[in-house]
């Protein structure tokens, strides 16, 4: 009895580490994580060469990490650990007002978004003449919802970087200036009383509201009509218990889940990397964790969407679009059917054309590049606009 009270804890933990070890040799190996929205390691396959380079060792090691028995229970248990302990960061994840989320993001890759400044620059000077050109680069939520972000968070001033980058763009180009579009975007969901409307409280992306005012804004500038969002009203549905990105790498055990919108906006086809597809959405994925990546079926190479909904519709005249994008170019796409024609959207990271092949076989009244902030500053495959 003296040495087990002497040595308790030791004891404590041998029959701990002894009865996990055995547990995990009963439990099958998981493939993805709903709760981490992402695919888990699975066992490396042992060889003796990779063992004396040592590159078996941390494979197993992030294995085991991924496939630790009861491993959602023990992410539930930190949360709700640091929570008490009155911590308002995780893994990179912020805790704000009103159940907001935020990015902890205190520094750009600078060498990556100089490159990226120089390859869009390098992409409009080739094709300047061609179409009407916009450049635009989507501020976070933390740049936007300041309001609701904690006191002292030094993250990256992203309105001055933001007109840094606009200020090196070619003369020729249209700079549009997403700012004014998204603060006008809360202030009129403030004074309707809607609730959280631009951006998600749980994920990084733009909500469809958010996206809508972005649409709403890209087409004034353009001098174009633009569909009314009272309009879409019986088009409307809505997903509910959503939970994102950021909840995805904080696992906020008291995270107030967001609400997905949707409109089942009319088309003719859409067509995505030469497939058919029977709509907007891939809407398999409504009842799933990742429900954003059912807006246009994710992120795909080449996407042609066309439709009978333009409402600048000139009879003889087939108008086109050009979207190149991230994610948040998702839920703003379908929007554009409502002021073009036809609409092509362009995912770089997903694109197996060469962009000048593809720009050769196409002509486009309006050309809009559009990325997020902090994916812009980090990408690596904007190098292919040149190629």
Same mark, same amino acid.
């Given at each position: 009895m003296q040495a087990f009270k002497k040595y308790s804890l030791l004891l404590l933990f041998s029959v701990l580490l002894l009865a996990t070890s055995v547990a995990d040799m009963f439990v099958n190996s998981r493939q993805f994580s709903e709760m981490e929205n992402r695919y888990l390691t699975q066992r490396p396959q042992f060889s003796l060469s990779q063992l004396f380079r040592n590159e078996y060792t941390p494979k197993y090691e992030a294995y085991i990490n991924d496939q630790f028995v009861a491993r959602d229970s023990w992410i539930t248990l930190k949360s709700v650990s640091e929570s008490a302990l009155g911590k308002i960061e995780n893994n990179g994840i912020v805790y704000g007002s009103n159940h907001h989320m935020f990015e902890d993001y205190r520094s750009t890759d600078e060498r990556r978004l100089e490159q990226?400044?120089?390859?869009? #620059?390098?992409y409009f000077e080739k094709y300047l003449g061609q179409s009407n050109f916009t450049a635009a680069i989507i !501020?976070?939520?933390?740049?936007?919802?300041d309001s609701l972000v904690p006191q002292g968070l030094q993250n990256v001033d992203q309105n001055k970087r933001i007109q840094e980058i606009n200020s090196r763009v070619p003369s020729g180009v249209t700079v549009w200036d997403l700012f004014p579009a998204m603060k006008g975007a809360v202030q009129k969901a403030d004074a309707e009383g809607i609730q959280d409307p631009v951006y998600y409280r749980t994920d990084h992306h733009w909500t469809t509201?958010?996206?809508?005012?972005?649409? $709403?804004?890209?087409? $004034?500038?353009?001098? +174009?009509?633009? *569909?009314?969002?009272? /309009?879409l009203g019986p088009l409307e549905h809505q997903v509910p218990d959503f939970y994102g990105s950021y909840y995805s790498k904080c696992k906020l055990y008291s995270a107030v889940p967001d609400t997905i919108t949707y409109f089942d906006i009319p088309f003719q086809s859409i067509v995505i990397d030469g497939e058919e597809k029977p709509g907007l959405y891939d809407s398999s994925l409504w009842d799933k964790r990742d429900k954003h990546a059912a807006f246009l079926w994710g992120n795909n190479g080449v996407t042609v969407i066309k439709s009978q909904n333009n409402l600048n519709a $000139?009879?003889?005249?087939?108008?086109?679009? +050009?979207?190149?994008?991230?994610?948040?170019?998702? /839920?703003?796409? !379908?929007?554009?059917? &409502?002021?073009?024609?036809?609409?092509? *959207? *362009?995912?770089?990271? /997903?694109?197996?054309?060469?962009? /000048?092949?593809f720009m050769a076989a196409h002509s486009?009244?309006?050309?809009? +590049?559009? &990325?997020?902030?902090? #994916?812009?500053?980090?990408?690596?495959?904007?190098?292919? +606009?040149?190629?």
């Open positions: 990226n400044i120089n390859f869009i #620059n390098a !501020p976070s939520s933390y740049a936007i919802l509201f958010g996206a809508y005012n972005a649409y $709403q804004s890209f087409a $004034q500038a353009r001098g +174009l009509k633009a *569909v009314d969002w009272d /309009s $000139q009879k003889g005249k087939t108008t086109r679009i +050009l979207l190149i994008k991230d994610s948040y170019g998702n /839920s703003f796409a !379908p929007f554009l059917t &409502y002021s073009y024609d036809e609409v092509y *959207v *362009v995912d770089l990271r /997903s694109m197996t054309e060469k962009m /000048s092949d486009f009244d309006d050309v809009l +590049l559009m &990325y997020s902030f902090m #994916n812009f500053a980090s990408d690596t495959n904007i190098s292919l +606009l040149t190629e």
